[in-house]
């Protein structure tokens, strides 16, 4: 089945810079990639998703990019702020239309 | 609209018991799914439902049983509590992505003695 890592586990950052997670993923017919922020005690929010037919997608200050040939996308997020602080987590959809999700990243902006 | 809702917000059982956690939503969704959050970890599928009448298994669906009699509803049922079963548990819908989580409730924390 599918498998996906995501790094790093966590992230801390100086607010207004830019912060990277990165998913690598094992299903080479994985074509739909979301990702969800996840504050402390609250619901997972879809936060963007990119399908294999697209390499880059953006609104606002974050932006994921997909790399098909060596199985790994990432989200970025741009002039990072307090209220950026959360976990993240991206998904792969596997074989059956279902997704696998990553293990979560950590994010802390510092003001 | 409420959105995705999720009854009740915590429970704590004994080992052997059985118990329901509701979800409905009003968004008029086809695709819903329940998933599970252990410490650490990302969300894991358990059931998921693609309309009214039709369920089907996730990764891990052993204990858990769901059923769709309405687009609006649905319930997850503990058959027998174990420890394992001990988690944050989250019910999602989408309308057009799929039956990918595109919305979710608030979770339900079941404790398991």
């Known amino acids: 089945g599918e498998n996906v890592e995501q790094h790093p586990s966590t992230l801390s950052v100086q607010e207004g810079d830019s912060a990277v997670i990165k998913c690598t993923y094992s299903?080479?017919?994985?074509?739909?990639f979301p990702w969800y922020k996840q504050e402390l005690g609250k619901r997972p929010q879809l936060i963007i998703d990119?399908?294999?037919?697209?390499g880059e997608k953006k609104d606002q200050r974050i932006a994921v990019t997909l790399n098909k040939t060596a199985k790994h996308f990432s989200l970025h997020i741009t002039e990072t702020q307090p209220e950026d602080s959360a976990v993240y987590f991206c998904a792969a959809e596997a074989a059956g239309n279902k997704l696998t999700f990553g293990g979560g990243t950590r994010v802390l902006v510092k003001p | 609209n409420a959105g995705v809702t999720q009854t009740p917000k915590f429970q704590v059982l004994k080992t052997g018991q059985s118990m329901t956690l509701q979800c409905a939503q009003d968004?008029?969704?086809?695709?819903m799914s329940w998933y599970r959050q252990d410490p650490g970890m990302g969300l894991r599928l358990i059931h998921y439902s693609v309309g009214a009448g039709i369920t089907d298994q996730g990764e891990v669906p052993n204990g858990y049983n769901v059923s769709r009699s309405t687009t609006e509803d649905f319930p997850l049922r503990l058959l027998s509590a174990a420890p394992s079963q001990t988690s944050v548990y989250f019910c999602a819908s989408s309308g057009d992505r799929g039956f990918q989580p595109q919305h979710f409730g608030d979770g339900t924390r079941l404790s398991i003695l």
């Open positions: 299903d080479s017919a994985s074509n739909y």
């Open positions: 990119i399908r294999s037919n697209v």
């Open positions: 968004m008029n969704h086809e695709y």
